[in-house]
Structure formats: C-alpha cells, structure tokens
C-alpha cells in the first residue's frame, strides 16, 4: 500500500509542473493579447496565486492530519494576510488589466483540473488494457 504523504508528494510536484507549462502558455497568451500590461498582469495573478498553493501545500504537508498548533494556524493566516496585501498594493498601485489578473489567480485552479484529468486519462488506458488483455490458453498435455 503506497503511503498518503508519497501520493501526496507526487500529486503536488505533477500540479506544479502543469502550472509552471499553464504559466508560460498563459504569459505567452496575455503578451500577445493585451502586451506589457497584460502580460504583468497575468504574472501578478499568476504569482500571487502560485504562492498561495504552494503555502497550502506546505500547511498540508506539515500537517499530516494532525491538529495545527496555534503559533502555526497564526502564521498561516499572516502568510495568506501578506500575500492579499500584495495584491492590493499591485492593483492600487499599477495600471492592471483585471480580467489578465483573474486569469492569472486561476492558474493553480487549472492545473489541480488538468492533473485530475490525467489521472482519470490514465486510469481508463489501465482499464481498458487490463479488459484487452487476453490470457494464453492452456497447453494440453
């Protein structure tokens, strides 16, 4: 039996791996759409965002199923707290495009889909090979 913190590990480096290729497709995307504005756009969303899940994943990690200690729930929250002001200075301060910005906060939203969708894809091909496979018939003797 395989344990929850490996599936946990390996389903956490997959997602990152389909968001850094989501980022880069989408910078890609907003730079061509709506140029340097949209582009720094879609990088903020998409930081802010990417920072976000990889706290999430720590605080999932570090936890285990384990009830979190105070001083931990309280980081958390300062973490969370800092990052949303970050995005506030961003929007107050520079000119943003906020549909680009919407976009790039959905990155991490994207890849845990996409990762989902892999997992099924490649659950069926199982499937569907073990239903193909035909087993030899006996030899006679």
């Known amino acids: 039996m395989i344990c929850f913190a490996v599936l946990h590990r390996v389903f ?11 980022i880069a497709a989408g910078l890609a995307v907003a730079w061509f ?3 340097r504005t949209g582009a720094v756009s879609f990088s903020a ?10 706290l999430l994943s720590r605080v999932t ?3 285990g199923g384990a009830k979190p200690s105070p001083l931990g729930s309280i980081l958390i929250t300062v973490r969370l707290l800092i990052a949303g002001w970050v995005l ?4 107050e301060r520079y ?20 990762n989902v969708l892999l997992d099924r894809r490649e ?11 035909i087993a030899p018939p006996d030899e006679e003797k």
């Open 123 to 133: 659950a069926s091909n199982e499937e569907s090979e073990e239903a193909l496979h």
């Open 12 to 22: 956490v480096q997959r997602v990152f791996l389909l968001l850094a290729a989501i």
């Open 88 to 91: 506030y200075l961003v929007l």
């Open 61 to 63: 990690t570090a936890m």
């Open 45 to 54: 969303g998409a930081l802010v965002s990417a920072a976000s899940f990889w």
């Open 33 to 35: 759409a709506a140029g």
């Open 95 to 114: 000119e943003i495009d906020r549909a680009v910005l919407a976009c790039g906060l959905l990155t991490p939203v994207a890849a845990v889909s996409a």
